[in-house]
């Protein structure tokens, strides 16, 4: 298969990238890193990579973040950060997606923890999962040809444990092994409107 | 209890008057109806109807629309109504309402059935159902004072069975007062970052 993964060069899409480089073809797609250059915020620079890259198999997406803060203190936009940083780049891939993906094909997301066990500050990005996850839930039954959507909704990796340090206290982490097999199960298996939890 | 409810004019927020209204001061919010006025899609207009109304000891809101289409033709722009229809409006209730809810008091967000159980054309209204839901578990952490925060995710109403004739085939229809019961344990009872399934 051909597989175009964005965010290939973080912590979550490298896991996609290490459980499926062995046996597909798989395009590294990141913001200045990779095999193709694209800015997933820019509706323009999704459709240019699409034209670079052409027909593929799967196309999965491991990029977003939001804001992270006290409820009683956000403001609207500061809300709208995990929307516009984290649900719409994705769902623009997808939307974007239907001329380039092949019959079968599959779209797979990446949402996370948040909306499931939740910490302080973490509201913002609590709703973007959500989001993500009822999207792939509801678009997978309007899928044309064959074509599957899921989530991939991993706990924090261990390999990220520094970077957080603190914020996630108590919360298991998870093995890049095991959020690539998630990877794995969505483009290489056959279950669609799915979200794959890894605790 | 002081009680504003945003929609009370609608099917589901008249669950909740009906729910309500014996036992407490409720005060009915709507676009043109209702003993308040306000457009829930103005931030200004939120804060207007919150310096009218004052303190209270609860805000229910029952309003939203998104788009409804295949999502192989859906465009960003659609996507994004449900965002700004739906969640943003109920978002921003929460957002604006801090400095007029008293201790001890609750928001009560609505969502709805189809990120768990998608209809063709649905995926817009999923993303936002999704969205509000992971907002009531990730914002109920962060809650200051005793304040508590719910969604309440109805099925379709019997009484709006003509409304949606043909959309829903197959799902159950569920009694205004049922969905009642669900508003009036989100205002009335103790539990905070819960979804609350009318099915």
Chains 1, 2 share one sequence.
Not at 8 to 27: C, K, P, W, Y
């Amino acid at each position: 298969m051909k597989v175009i993964i964005v965010g290939a060069n973080g912590a979550v899409g490298q896991t996609a990238v290490d459980a499926l480089s062995d046996r597909h073809e798989v395009i590294k797609v990141g913001r200045s890193s990779g095999d193709v250059q694209m800015d997933i915020e820019d509706i323009d620079s999704i459709r240019a990579m699409y034209q670079q890259v052409g027909k593929v198999d799967a196309v999965v997406s491991a990029v977003g973040h939001g804001h992270f803060g006290g409820v009683a203190e956000m403001t609207t936009e500061q809300f709208m950060k995990g929307i516009n940083h984290k649900v719409l780049p994705q769902v623009n891939l997808v939307l974007e997606g239907f001329d380039y993906i092949n019959d079968g094909g599959s779209f797979t997301l990446t949402s996370g923890v948040l909306n499931r066990d939740p910490i302080s500050g973490g509201s913002c990005a609590a709703a973007a999962n959500g989001a993500l996850d009822g999207f792939v839930v509801g678009a997978a039954v309007d899928m044309p040809r064959g074509i599957r959507i899921n989530a991939v909704s991993p706990e924090v990796l261990e390999v990220s444990r520094e970077k957080y340090d603190g914020f996630f206290r108590g919360h298991v982490h998870v093995s890049s092994e095991d959020v690539g097999l998630a990877y794995s199960k969505a483009v290489e298996g056959c279950l669609s409107g799915q979200v794959f939890i890894v605790d």
